[in-house]
């Protein structure tokens, strides 16, 4: 095994880091090595946001639920999907391209376009020694997440990256069985064999929950999607997204 699938093969999510800052050189490392991920056509449609100042971070722990490890970080990274600076490019070149910036398909080229290159940063910080956390719960409230970070139209903020040297390190959390989640020329719909492996994951999961809580919790993960996913969370995100001038076609 080569050490970088034995990186990605360690990840595991840090929620406790030291309180040490990373070199300049680090950061750039970690962003360029985002920047070198795949992305559709050029079109390059993110941008990141390194997020140093304790106060923003701390506004952002709050937004994002109270969660301490966005504020005691090393540094935040927050990935943008951004369509701005092709608004531009259009402007320079004097050529009508709204129509597609506010198309269904060029918000999601933005997404994937960011999202490859946050998965890029997370291996790099990861095989510096460093441990990192994606923060979803900046979506909770992205009215005053763009106002703290003063983003434009076109540019949504998607989610964030805490990043650190890790001053606690936990059990992996095991992944669903390769058998739900790879189908070779076509798509399993035998929904008995997919239950019956998810049946057995459930009793994987509720091991280790049980062993690392010393028996105060066995959730399965059925359980823990179920109860989720019957709980709406951010219903407001297609408007707002709208009304961000992105995917409106």
Not at 87 to 111: C, N, Q, R, Y
Not at 155 to 179: E, N, Q, W
Not at 199 to 228: C, F, L, P
Not at 232 to 247: A, C, G
Request: charged content about 30%.
């Amino acid at each position: 095994m080569n050490q970088v699938i034995e990186t990605m093969l360690n990840h595991r999510s840090i929620r406790k880091f030291e309180d040490k800052p990373l070199t300049k050189s680090q950061i750039e490392q970690i962003v360029a090595s985002a920047q070198s991920a795949s992305t559709s056509s050029y079109i390059q449609a993110y941008s990141i946001i390194g997020v140093t100042d304790i106060e923003k971070k701390e506004k952002l722990a709050e937004l994002s639920g109270n969660q301490s490890y966005v504020a005691e970080n090393s540094i935040f990274l927050v990935f943008c999907a951004d369509l701005f600076r092709h608004e531009l490019a259009g402007k320079m070149e004097e050529k009508d391209v709204i129509p597609s910036l506010e198309s269904t398909e060029k918000f999601m080229v933005a997404l994937i376009d960011a999202s490859l290159a946050a998965q890029n940063a997370a291996l790099a910080a990861e095989s510096m020694g460093l441990g990192i956390c994606f923060i979803g719960g900046i979506r909770n409230h992205l009215s005053e997440v763009k106002k703290l970070l003063k983003t434009p139209e076109r540019v949504l903020p998607l989610f964030g990256i805490a990043i650190g040297y890790p001053a606690k390190v936990t059990d992996k959390k095991p992944r669903l069985p390769m058998s739900n989640v790879y189908f070779e020329n076509e798509y399993e719909q035998d929904e008995g064999k997919l239950i019956a492996d998810l049946e057995k994951y459930n009793e994987v999961i509720s091991n280790y929950y049980h062993e690392r809580t010393k028996g105060k919790r066995k959730d399965r993960w059925t359980e823990q999607m179920a109860n989720m996913l019957e709980k709406q969370s951010r219903m407001y995100m297609k408007e707002f997204v709208q009304e961000n001038k992105l995917d409106l076609k």
